[in-house]
């Protein structure tokens, strides 16, 4: 388990992350990505599972474990992600019940497209994706967005 601290984390996120353009596509692809992630996972059918076990738990589960990570660094962003999660499992089920098309479909739509303008941004930025480095700057960059959106609201972190 890491000694980095929350500020530590978002510090060494930002390094590749200092154009402008980079960054504004990190509002958009970020969010998109992690929505997508909660779709994937709220698409698996588990036909033969146990009556305890509810559809799309896979993905409530994923969301449980994404919270237990953040909570560890930080109890507001914890707070502020699982609010996002939570928004993000509601526009899966409407989606799920209201759309013409399947949710696996739009969320692979959404993912390479978003992962498209990820790696366009870090290539207008030249640096390569925090990510490579360490895999948990997958889930550091949701957090450093909503980080902005803290200090521009005075919410510590």
């Known amino acids: 388990m890491s000694t980095r601290s929350m500020q530590d984390w978002l510090d060494a996120y930002g390094v590749s992350h200092q154009n402008p353009t980079n960054k504004a596509i990190h509002w958009i692809c970020v969010p998109t990505i992690y929505f997508c992630v909660v779709g994937f996972l709220y698409s698996i059918p588990l036909p033969d599972a146990p ?3 509810r559809p799309h738990m896979l993905a409530t589960l ?5 919270a237990i990570f953040y909570i560890r660094l930080s109890t507001t962003i914890a707070i502020g992600m699982l609010l996002w999660s939570l928004l993000c499992l509601g526009i899966c089920k409407y989606l799920d019940a209201h759309v013409d098309l399947s949710l696996w479909a ?10 498209v303008g990820q790696f366009y941004g870090h290539k207008i930025e030249g640096k390569k994706p925090s990510f490579l480095d360490d895999l948990q700057f997958l889930m550091i960059g949701p957090a450093w967005l909503l980080s902005f959106v803290y200090k ?3 919410i510590g972190y």
Not at 62 to 66: D, E, I, K, P
Not at 106 to 115: M, Q
Request: with cysteine.
């Open 51 to 53: 009556p305890f076990v």
């Open 62 to 66: 994923a969301v449980a474990l994404v």
């Open 106 to 115: 739009i969320c692979t739509a959404l993912f390479v497209a978003a992962w």
């Open 152 to 154: 521009r609201l005075g």
